[in-house]
């Protein structure tokens, strides 16, 4: 059974692909959140709320040989290696009809990555006589590439733009809950307002509080409240 070797195809021009002359020892996969805190008097940690996520990216080393003959090359005369290098460096070129580097397809069996070219790092290791590199390690990170379109279906959000519910639980204040619901704990008026609290420090656990969308205006006096 031949051995199935990783592939980077150019989106939209599957002319243009490039098969690693050597697969990958290992790679990983990267995937982190951001949140924010906020410190809310009378609580003994501050308060975590999600931002966004970060990119998920994928990361390898590569590996580049002319000294030793590969098929279709059996000469010994060893090839200069940047002639293979430079072709995956131009990954990163910007394409002149995107006006942005062009979107990859890192494909190795199972593992199928929609991606760009975010890093790559050029390190030369052996040496032919008359000074041109033979072997050369390309240590890479692609990043993730994701449709804004495609994005904005994958997952049904529920955010403080549309008016939802939130039970209060033990030791909870107005201010802790804006500051979870709105990012700011100084909001909590649209929340008293909407739900009639006239004492904004005596909360009911278990107590359904709506959360109005903001800006939010105050149906007695017309104030706009952000």
């Not at 998920?56 to 040989?65: C, H, I, K, N, Y």
């Not at 959000?157 to 549309?162: G, K, L, P, S, V």
């Not at 619901?181 to 107590?207: F, K, M, S």
Request: charged residues 20%; hydrophobic residues 40%; contains cysteine.
């Amino acid at each position: 059974m031949a051995l199935e070797k990783a592939k980077i195809t150019v989106e939209g021009r599957s002319e243009e692909a490039f098969t690693v002359l050597f697969n990958p020892e290992e790679y990983t996969i990267n995937k982190d959140n951001n949140f924010a805190s906020f410190a809310v008097p009378g609580l003994g940690s501050p308060l975590l709320q999600f931002v966004n996520g970060n990119m998920t990216t994928l990361e390898m080393e590569l590996f580049f040989d002319t000294y030793e003959p590969h098929p279709p090359r059996v000469l010994r005369a060893p090839l200069d290696v940047r002639d293979i290098t430079d072709p995956f460096m131009n990954l990163m070129e910007i394409d002149s009809q995107l006006h942005a580097p062009p979107v990859l397809m890192f494909s190795w069996s199972s593992l199928q990555f929609r991606c760009v070219l975010l890093r790559a790092s050029q390190k030369f290791i052996m040496f032919w006589s008359d000074g041109r590199p033979v072997r050369a390690r390309i240590t890479t990170t692609f990043a993730e590439y994701v449709d804004p379109e495609q994005e904005s279906k994958k997952v049904n959000r529920q955010t403080a733009d549309f008016t939802k519910v939130h039970i209060v639980t033990q030791g909870e204040t107005l201010s802790a809950i804006a500051a979870n619901c709105y990012r700011n704990p100084e909001t909590w008026r649209p929340i008293a307002i909407a739900n009639g609290v006239d004492d904004p420090h005596v909360l009911t656990v278990g107590q359904a509080l709506r959360i109005p969308s903001l800006p939010f205006t105050d149906p007695d006096s017309g104030e706009v409240l952000q």
